[in-house]
């Protein structure tokens, strides 16, 4: 696990009720995210109003209990994490000329956020990150770890 972030009181989903690799927990449900999918739980939410009250005017609870419904419906969306599909979309664009489906620019801000993390949890620091400049504003040290070493005899493009 690379980051745990914890808002238990969101919703009233179950902690941890699955193997998801991300959980993010909203006023309406909770979105599960997985490696070859993703599922919506809806939170249920009463239609009744839950008024202040009394240890003596109990009595209305039951009913209370019983107004929750659905604020969504639920959702799972099945997706496919083999890489197969995106070598052979690279070799027909290589051949056709044709951009990709995931373009260099797309990949790369879509793994941006991940490899901050990754900096981060190993320098066990909190990092500020200038988008624009895409480096560090705060921690000199930790701008190393955003370039490789290249072996004898290749070179960094661009």
Do not use: M
Request: with cysteine; charged share 25%; hydrophobic share 35%.
């Amino acid at each position: 696990t690379l980051v745990i972030f914890s808002q238990f009181n969101a919703n009233g989903a179950p902690t941890a009720p699955n193997e998801s690799h991300i959980e993010i927990r909203g006023t309406h449900g909770t979105l599960y995210l997985f490696y070859d999918r993703f599922e919506i739980v809806p939170e249920r939410a009463p239609t009744l109003p839950f008024p202040a009250r009394s240890p003596l005017d109990r009595a209305q609870d039951r009913a209370w209990r019983q107004s929750f419904r659905q604020l969504r419906e639920p959702l799972v969306v099945r997706g496919n994490q083999a890489t197969e599909p995106h070598v052979r979309n690279f070799l027909d664009c290589v051949k056709s000329r044709r951009p990709c489906h995931c373009d260099i620019e797309t990949g790369h801000r879509s793994t941006t956020a991940t490899l901050i993390g990754n900096i981060a949890l190993e320098r066990r620091a909190w990092l500020a990150w200038d988008g624009e400049a895409e480096r560090f504003t705060n921690h000199e040290e930790a701008n190393r770890d955003l370039d490789i070493a290249y072996r004898p005899g290749f070179a960094a493009a661009g």
